[in-house]
């Protein structure tokens, strides 16, 4: 799959729905497009992404408490809230509210009943405290404006050997997805793996380990370090 048509296949999943509002004026319109924008999301996690492979080999069970950093409009909520179960829970967060507002429509069509939406702040996803056994981010760490002290603010919300997992495309996606974005590259940028490594040792974390069995992404598993 070529990068730009993943990069237009987004843009318009996106704009199918904040356009919802505005298109759906009746249940059935509001129903097709929600599904339209699902399939896509379906089409990504199978081609990419494939939530159960992913799930196993982070390690999520049922019961755990897991914190997902822009979980948007729950392409991978879901997912996670299905694997732990009734016994755990997922919060959500997110900066758009509308994303978020989605997420809640998409639980009460699918009765699911374990997932918590936080609207967040750019540098502090405002999980609550020391209830974490997990954080996730799918495709978010490399966009993140303010990643550093945002690490820094999960550090609080996390128990005892809980690891922060970072699921991001490879580094000529992303220098692809800059440039459609600010229209150039820096030359002097840093690899993703790069930056992952130095902010999360600016915020008091360690790479413990990488996987590399997806087609294209990698997954960085990063744990406290030990004072």
Not at 47 to 74: C, H, L, N, S, T
């Amino acid at each position: 799959m070529k990068t730009k048509s993943i990069i237009v296949s987004f843009l318009l999943a996106v704009f199918s729905y904040t356009s919802l509002s505005a298109q759906a004026k009746s249940e059935k319109e509001y129903e097709f497009q929600s599904r339209r924008v699902e399939e896509w999301e379906k089409k990504i996690n199978e081609e990419r992404q494939p939530p159960e492979k992913v799930m196993d080999a982070i390690g999520i069970k049922p019961g755990m408490i897991i914190g997902e950093v822009g979980a948007g409009r729950g392409r991978y909520t879901v997912h996670l809230a299905r694997r732990v179960g009734s016994e755990g829970k997922i919060f959500a967060n997110d900066i758009d509210d509308s994303a978020l507002s989605y997420l809640r429509e998409r639980c009460r069509r699918n009765n699911i009943q374990n997932i918590e939406t936080i609207l967040g702040k750019v540098d502090d996803p405002l999980f609550p405290e020391q209830s974490l056994d997990m954080v996730i981010m799918v495709w978010v760490y490399h966009m993140l404006e303010q990643p550093i002290p945002l690490l820094k603010n999960l550090k609080s919300s996390l128990k005892p050997g809980a690891t922060v997992i970072i699921l991001d495309p490879p580094d000529e996606e992303i220098d692809e997805e800059i440039k459609e974005l600010k229209g150039k590259i820096d030359p002097d940028r840093p690899t993703i793996k790069e930056r992952i490594e130095k902010g999360g040792a600016e915020a008091g974390f360690e790479l413990v380990r990488m996987e590399t069995f997806l087609p294209k992404d990698t997954i960085y598993i990063l744990k406290v370090k030990n004072p």
